[in-house]
């Protein structure tokens, strides 16, 4: 039985002949790890210097995962803090995604979200000042910033963020930093962690 044949474009058939570009693909990500492992540290040091945060948020360990293939492209992504259990999830994500941006989000859902939903809401005012985004999107696990995951909270008012915040078991509020923000893209992440841990304080 004859199968048809894998052909490749010319483009296709130059590019695989070359190592450069994989070469530096992984180089750029090795950075990118490095840059998020420095940000991890600060972070730390950060979470413990700010009075009124519970210390099981303190406690937690940091952990930095990576893959191939969100919507076809490389990312990394560092989770601190991180709680997990069946049920509920609590975490500060830092994201890197290839050709596209960094970004941070709180992202509550479950016991966490009732917990925190309250300090949450009473800092709207805050975050619209901030220039956070609130999620709409009933899927948690999508992070683009396209109109039908985010919206800005300073497009709100106080009663749409309140519908938004009790509708479903998980929030998530988020900024990003455009890849052309580089060079200052570590201090305005750390920058972004602690307007977050704010909001949670006691």
Known sequence: MDTAKIRLSP????????????????????????????????????????????????SSSP????????NGLPWLILDYPRLFTKESFFAIRTLFWWGNFFSITLHVSGNYKDGYLQKIVGSFAYLQEQKFCVCINKEEWQHHFEKDN??????????????????????KLAKKITLDEWNDADAKMLEMFIQLIRILKD
Do not use: C
């Not at 190592?19 to 413990?48: F, Y």
């Not at 952990?63 to 969100?70: D, F």
């Not at 985010?150 to 929030?171: P, T």
């Open 150 to 171: 985010y919206r800005s909270v300073e497009e709100l008012r106080l009663s749409e963020f309140e519908a938004i915040a009790h509708h479903s078991s998980f929030m």
């Open 11 to 58: 483009e296709e058939e130059a590019l695989i002949k070359r190592t450069d570009w994989i070469l530096t693909k992984n180089n750029l990500l090795g950075k990118v790890n490095h840059l998020l492992s420095e940000l991890q540290s600060r972070q730390v040091l950060a979470l413990q210097g700010i009075p009124g945060i519970s210390q099981e948020i303190v």
């Open 63 to 70: 952990k930095i995962s990576k893959g191939e293939n969100y």
